[in-house]
T-cell receptor, first 113, second 116 residues
Framework: QKEVEQNSGPLSVPEGAIASLNCTYS??????FFWYRQYSGKSPELIMS????GDKEDGRFTAQLNKASQYVSLLIRDSQPSDSATYLC?????????????FGQGTILTVHP | EAGVAQSPRYKIIEKRQSVAFWCNPI?????LYWYQQILGQGPKLLIQ????????DSQLPKDRFSAERLKGVDSTLKIQPAKLEDSAVYLC??????????????FGNGTRLTVT
């Protein structure tokens, strides 16, 4: 079982729709969860972080975390063509591991006009 | 603040040659990471430093890869000898984690390595 697994994609949504990206993780001691966006040929950039169960909203982005189900998701409302990118879920362990960050394989999102 | 600096941006070498990458993290960031990202995959952690000590190098192919972080600031990653499967983008990142913190990573622009 992979440590961090994302829905395979690619995901294609029309402009203005809600894009839903999902991620599961295997290690229950994981404490911090991140979503990174990566445009083609560029480095990952952080868009959301979440540390406790529930929802966290930032503009058009909402991250959802359910530690019991070991599940984290990202919703993008009113999707724009500029949101077209690969979205990477990353999970960080706490404690003595100094926060090792493990990435999923990424989900390619395409928002078409 | 200045971001994570990496060089070179691109490198093309033949198999069995050696190559080195350099990284300068954000000032004051104690934790430095080297990731390998093969096309179409997520980044894979190669090595993680806390100041100048190695925290995790479990996925570093130690027969050919080496890394150091002298004085707890700059870091170099070396591959010797390179194989075709080493073709990837090598990403350096840093964070302000002390112990077990949840600080996000800040990535450099990466070095794209092509091994022919």
């Amino acid at each position: 079982q992979k440590e961090v697994e994302q829905n395979s994609g690619p995901l294609s949504v029309p402009e203005g729709a809600i894009a839903s990206l999902n991620c599961t993780y295997s290690d229950r001691v994981s404490q911090s969860f991140f979503w990174y966006r990566q445009y083609s040929g560029k480095s990952p950039e952080l868009i959301m972080s979440i540390y406790s169960n529930g929802d966290k909203e930032d503009g058009r982005f909402t991250a959802q975390l359910n530690k019991a189900s070991q599940y984290v998701s990202l919703l993008i409302r009113d999707s724009q063509p500029s949101d077209s990118a690969t979205y990477l879920c990353a999970v960080k362990k706490g404690g003595t591991s100094y926060g090792k960050l493990t990435f999923g394989q990424g989900t390619i999102l395409t928002v078409h006009p | 603040e200045a971001g994570v600096a990496q060089s070179p941006r691109y490198k093309i070498i033949e198999k069995r040659q050696s190559v080195a990458f350099w990284c300068n993290p954000i000032s004051g960031h104690a934790t430095l990471y080297w990731y390998q990202q093969i096309l179409g995959q997520g980044p894979k952690l190669l090595i993680q430093f806390q100041n100048n000590g190695v925290v995790d190098d479990s996925q570093l192919p130690k027969d050919r890869f080496s890394a150091e972080r002298l004085k707890g600031v700059d870091s170099t990653l070396k591959i010797q000898p390179a194989k075709l499967e080493d073709s990837a983008v090598y990403l350096c990142a840093s964070s302000s984690d002390k112990t077990g913190g949840g600080s996000p990573l800040h990535f450099g622009n990466g070095t794209r390595l092509t091994v022919t």
